[in-house]
């Protein structure tokens, strides 16, 4: 099975909230995201094509901002990759038959401020942190919010959670406009042309002599 046939199967079980796809999430892209007012859950999806070379680096970053994490895979990649995954990640099975749990995604623990606000633009975080009466936020740059983030314990986790999912859900519409914006002026655009390849003259071959009549 292949990445889109498995999102088939994924998305009419995402009940409620919003849904995003290929959502950025600290140096990679989370495959679909559902997001409600309660919790965001982040899930993966490898394919029968797919490797799980990334595997590492996608489980810190969605361990870093999601409450739940879930990686949905082919019988193909089962055995290897549960020894990639702590006890928390939930799995599940894709196959032709639909989605068969292996096991349930726990809550997660992780979470941190900072990535969790890198989420939002970074107007949207100072908004926030003004909201809390926190001064001298406004004229902070992205590291020093992070930094701030890190080390303080004036923004309660909580909170900040709240407020991220809350934004992420409002911008839904504002990026399903943007995108069928997008597709509208790729339709709109005449199809490119292929270049002509340069025709290669084929090399003449001397003619050999013929050899003299007996």
């Known amino acids: 099975m292949n990445d889109p046939e498995i999102r ?9 909230g919003v849904r995003i796809d290929e959502l950025p999430t600290g140096t990679t892209r989370a495959d679909v995201v ?3 007012e309660h919790f965001m859950h982040g899930y993966e999806v490898k394919g029968d094509g797919d490797t799980l070379q990334r595997v590492a680096n996608q489980l810190r970053c969605y361990g870093e901002v999601y409450d739940f ?18 006890e928390w990640v939930g799995v599940q099975v894709a196959s032709a038959e639909g989605l068969r749990p292996h096991r349930a995604a726990a809550y997660n623990a992780t979470v941190e401020r900072a990535p969790l606000a890198r989420l939002l633009l ?13 001064v001298g936020v406004s004229t902070l740059r992205l590291r020093e919010v992070s930094q701030f983030l890190r080390t303080t314990q004036l923004v309660p986790l909580s909170g900040l959670a709240q407020f991220v999912r809350a934004r992420l859900m409002a911008r839904l519409p504002e990026r399903l406009l943007l ?4 597709k509208a002026e790729r339709e709109r655009l ?19 002599r013929r050899k003299a009549a007996l």
């Not at 994490?69 to 702590?86: D, N, R, S, W």
């Not at 995108?179 to 997008?182: C, I, L, S």
């Not at 490119?192 to 071959?205: F, G, H, L, S």
């Open 8 to 16: 088939a199967l994924l998305y009419p079980l995402l009940l409620g």
């Open 34 to 36: 559902h997001i409600t």
């Open 69 to 86: 994490v879930t990686f949905i895979v082919t019988e193909k990649h089962l055995a290897k990759l549960l020894p990639l995954l702590p």
């Open 122 to 134: 970074l107007e949207e975080v100072k908004q926030y942190l003004l909201s809390l009466g926190l």
């Open 179 to 182: 995108r069928a914006e997008r």
């Open 190 to 208: 005449p199809p490119r042309r292929k270049k002509a390849r340069p025709k290669v003259k084929k090399k003449v071959k001397p003619a050999g």
